[in-house]
Each structure stands twice: as C-alpha cells, then as structure tokens.
C-alpha cells in the first residue's frame, strides 16, 4: 500500500479526528498558535509602520528591520527561545512566528500611508486638522486595503509555519507529521502525508478567506474585475 492509501485510510478514521491529541484537537492548536502570533505581530508592527509613514521618515528602518528578521530562520529561533525562561511549549512557538509574521504586516503599514494622495494630506491640514487627527481620519482608513494585504501575507506565512511548532513540543498539526516520522516511513508515511496535506488545505482555506476579505475592504475603483491582487510593499 503506497502512501497515499495510507493517508487517505488514515483520514477516513473517525477515531483520527475525534481522540484526544487527533486532527481536531491539533486544528484547535494551530489556530490557537497563528491567531496569537499574528495578533503579537500586528500589535508590535502597525504603530510602528503607521507612524513611520505619517511623518515620512525611516523608510531605511523599515527596510532593515523587514530584512533583518527575514533573515532569522524561524527553525534557529525555536531551537533558542526553548532554553530562555520560556522554556518548551507554546510561548516559544508563538513568539518565534510573531518575528516571521512582522515584516510584511510592518512594511504594507508603512506603504500603505506613504500611498495617501498628497492632495488629501493638504486638504486635511487646511482643514485644521492636527498631525494625529491626520493619521487616525484620513491616512489610516486609505490605508486599510494595504494593512489588509499585509495581515493576509502574514497569516498565512504563519499558518503554514507553524507546523514547526512540533519540534519544541508546541502542539498544533506538525504534531501528526512528527509522530508520522517516529513510525517510521513504512508505518507512518500515510499520516505524514495526511499531516502535510491538513496543514496546506489550512493554508489555502485561510488564503481564499482573507483574499474575499481584502477585496471587501478596498475601494471599488482600486479593485481589478476577477482577480485578487496583492500590492507591492516597498518602503
């Protein structure tokens, strides 16, 4: 029986789903796991990047920093944060994946209000409207189509990464690729398939629904008819 047998057997058992530490239990983990590695990278990134682009200054900041932790394998951090105070678990886990889920989430905010018309900046301030009132009623509902890129990016970035979260005992659906692994390929090729399988359609499921939800969120004149489109996060 070749693996794919397996793991089409192995998911057709309702015991697979249903017994503790099964698919059911690991899905609730994952998401657990990406929702607040997301959340920690959106609360460290978007004032910084929204701050960034309202007074037009460190664009090179932004380039260093979305380089900088580009450059940190994700792997090497969860090999490290383990032995700090935070030991094994999830609070490594997460912390690591927030690193991995800045940049894009830090350089669309930057883009998106480096992007606001000028004409509307100008307005604005005519208006009377002070530097944060600025921010908070003009340049940051204009950026919402970009902030909405970036979380997209950056959560499914870390849905498909934090199948990792196995190698430090972190839960979540890499638990039923390793455990695949500890039986061995004879035995356990079907459920390291089937673990493969789980965590790209989680992937792919999370991909489409923030695609209609990007759309949503961005102007009718800036849509493109029958196709989502990611922009460019340049600083």
């Known amino acids: 029986m070749n693996a794919i047998n397996q793991a089409i057997l192995w998911l057709n058992d309702p015991l697979n789903w249903s017994n503790p530490g099964g698919i059911l ?41 979305s380089n900088v932790t580009l450059a940190i394998p994700t792997v090497a951090l969860l090999t490290i944060l383990p032995l700090t105070p935070l030991g094994f678990g999830q609070r490594p886990v997460i912390l690591a994946l927030a690193v991995f889920a800045v940049p894009p989430l830090l350089a669309n905010a930057y883009t998106g209000v480096r992007q606001v018309d000028p004409e509307a900046r100008d307005a604005a301030r005519g208006m009377g409207l002070s530097g944060r009132q600025l921010l908070t009623r ?30 430090v005992n972190g839960g979540g659906l890499g638990q039923i690729i390793s455990a695949g692994f500890g039986l061995g390929m004879s035995v356990g090729g079907g459920q390291i398939l089937a673990g493969a399988l789980l965590v790209g ?33 340049t600083a």
């Open 25 to 65: 239990d690991r899905l609730g983990e994952h998401l657990w796991i990406s929702f607040a590695a997301v959340l920690i990278g959106c609360l460290v990134a978007w004032p910084v990047g929204l701050w960034l682009g309202h007074t037009g200054r460190g664009g090179g900041v932004v380039v260093l920093i």
């Open 201 to 233: 359609l989680l992937a792919l499921g999370i991909e489409g629904l923030l695609a209609l939800v990007e759309r949503a969120l961005t102007p009718r004149p800036l849509r493109r008819p029958g196709r989502f489109r990611r922009r460019p996060a």
């Open 138 to 167: 003009v340049e940051l509902p204009l950026a919402v189509p970009y902030l909405a890129t970036g979380f997209r990016t950056a959560s499914v970035q870390v849905v498909a990464t934090a199948a990792l979260a196995s190698f």
